[in-house]
């Protein structure tokens, strides 16, 4: 049995402003994390909301996307870099990530993958922030850091 075919990456919006469907998810999940969790921020004035920039943050665990959505300025738009199987196998994550916006897929087996270098750029250009992990996941236990993957730079 052939694999599902791969939403094209042009779907998915790349920008400085934030969707509408983004802002309106934002009105209650932001102090739904928030009261969920002890999420702390230091520094939050150095988070520069006049330009673009890439952003590489630790992969600690499931939560570290959200928390960083919840914490950082609505635009620049954040977009991460994420394996594109999500959006092959998971028809309502597509459908979500396709109106919201904020992800860069990656194809793990494309080498170079050129899809993601055009579409990180045109991030870039129109104002976005890139957000990656360089481990490319989580660990097993709660916390785990693993090994850097070579890759994006």
């Not at 109106?99 to 270098?117: H, M």
């Not at 104002?127 to 070579?150: C, D, H, R, S, T």
Request: net charge positive; charged share 20%; aromatic share 10%.
């Amino acid at each position: 049995m052939q694999a599902p075919a791969q939403p094209p990456a042009d779907l998915l919006p790349v920008q400085r402003q934030a969707t509408l469907a983004y802002r309106a998810l934002r009105l209650w999940a932001v102090p739904l994390l928030y009261s969920m969790f002890d999420i702390r921020v230091e520094g939050r004035e150095r988070i520069p909301t006049d330009r673009n920039y890439v952003l590489i943050a630790n992969h600690l665990n499931w939560l570290d996307s959200f928390a960083i959505l919840a914490t950082f300025p609505t635009e620049p738009r954040v977009h991460f870099l994420g394996d594109t199987t999500i959006l092959v196998t998971r028809k309502v994550q597509w459908a979500m990530v396709k109106s919201v916006g904020g992800f860069i897929p990656v194809n793990r087996q494309a080498r170079p993958d050129t899809v993601l270098f055009h579409h990180a750029n045109q991030c870039l250009q129109r104002g976005g922030v890139i957000a990656m992990y360089p481990e490319g996941n989580y660990g097993l236990k709660e916390g785990e850091l693993l090994p850097f993957k070579k890759g994006f730079a």
